[in-house]
């Protein structure tokens, strides 16, 4: 493996619902999950994230994989109805001091805390008003930002608004498939943009709090047409501007890109102000690149999304193409030219059947060898000059998947689910060699 600098952030990423369980501790309100995994048919295995890896519970021992992993960071999720139990009003001690003993343990194990504060589980009671769709949630999201960075401020070294907009906005309310599972199409955008009203305003109360640096994490996908016809090119560039830029161009001052959906009755004066306040970091979110050709005539999308033949797969089906993270990279550079902040990887990693051997040992030699091409390709984008100064692997453990319930592992740790027995796969100890080098 090539020479990293010094000071580039190595890390591993989480997010609350997926492994915190708990969830009717402390006060702590429904979220849009809990709701929408009791509905059945929703959740693959019929799990929810009633227990999930029991975190709430585990953090010191998790805290101690962190620390033998020998990351200078962690990025974790705050769970805003443990804060806020209804979305509004005043945040609730408790639900802070779980976050409080968190940060500081990763604090006295020298591991920088990165806090997101929306990763999809939004209060049930936002969304009995409206959720996303209601400009108000947007105010509220800024509310919570302010409570919770009253209590925790300086001690999170990188701040995480939202978690890729895009993914909650296609799954949970254009297609349905994750919580709230609203079924709007394209008819979806003012999610779209009542998160990144919420994200802006988020900003300012975070500034107004604390000196650490502040980001959004998306979800991009280099967009590969399936021919070359004018048609398969138009429906890749339809696509590439919904997931890829339909967010970020905003962020970085250009506005709404001429992308399906976009609706300015929904955008009000100054609204794109807010969206545009200056970040310091912008959190890249990789899995793979998508294929696109021209839809079927008679289809409600102006594309239709097909496999990319040619690339080994994941147990999720998704293609392994470290190839794809160098392109998205090289293109957010070339896109945005000296608008872009300084990028870091804030979510890479796959899904494999991984299980324990007769001697208890996780064997994933898939997942390091997915890990080495993307931290190999992370290094060639820098090469040629993309500013990337961190990656964090998805996931620390093995978690709850969303939709997918308990059937898709993710982690550099194995978690046992009956047992909650936490055992480091191979991918753990090649993480460390790799950190620590
Ligand atoms: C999400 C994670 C999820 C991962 C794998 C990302 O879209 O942020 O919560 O577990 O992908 O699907």
Redesign the pocket.
Known sequence: MPDFPADFRWGV?T?AY?IEGATTVDGRGPSIWDTFAREPGRIVDGSTGDEACDHHHRYAEDTALLAGLGVSAYRFSISWPRIQPTGAGQALTAGLDFYDRLVDGLLAASVDPVATLF??DLPQALEDAGGWLNRDTAARFAEYADVTAARLGDRVKLWITL??PF?HMSLGHGMGVHAPGRVLLFDAFPVAHHQLLGHGLAVAALRARTASPVAI?N?YSPVRPAGDSDADRAAAAAYDALHNRLFTDPLLGLGYPDAPGVDPTVVRDGDLDVIAAPIDVLGV?Y?NPTGIRAPEEGSPLPFEIVPLDGYPRTA?DWPVAPDGLRELLLQLRDRYGDALPPIQVT?S?C?YDDAPDADGRVDDPERIAYLDGHVRAVHEAIGAGVPVTGYFV??LLD?W??A?GFT?R?GLVHVDYPTQRRTPKSSYAWFRDLVRR
């Open positions: 990423s997010s997926q990763h999809w978690n890729e993914i994490a979800n979110n899995y999720f979510e990693g899904a998805w996931s978690n998947e969303w997918e898709k993710f």
